[in-house]
């Protein structure tokens, strides 16, 4: 039975009606006519850091990143996982020096 679930093909009526809910989502609708989508950030630091990503979504208001959006599909993230998010976001904030990190929970309908 899993191997028949494993290869099952996404629903694409629910994947159409998340996408369109997370948009009309409050705080993401008043983002929406600023959002540019999958930017590649880089980043180094002087300690050797360095940084390769790809943010979901950005934020740019006169020619400034003021917000990074990620957006997550998890039903049910752990604390671990919602942990790593957060860290994630922290560090796509400090290379693009934006002062706002969101993030989408798109199937449970949490913007945080």
Do not use: C
Not at 16 to 23: D, G, R
């Amino acid at each position: 039975m899993e191997e028949e679930e494993a290869g099952a093909a996404p629903d694409l009526f629910e994947m159409a009606h998340t996408a369109l809910k997370t948009l009309a989502f409050a705080d993401v609708a008043a983002l929406r006519p600023r959002l540019i989508p999958e930017i590649t950030i880089w980043s180094g630091s002087a300690g050797g850091f360095l940084l390769a990503g790809r943010a979901d979504s950005i934020v740019v208001e006169d020619g400034n990143i003021i917000a990074v959006l990620d957006w997550k599909s998890d039903v049910a993230p752990s604390r671990e996982e919602r942990s790593g998010y957060f860290g994630q976001l922290s560090e796509y904030l400090a290379a693009t020096g934006a002062r706002r990190g969101v993030l989408v929970y798109m199937s449970l309908g949490e913007v945080l």
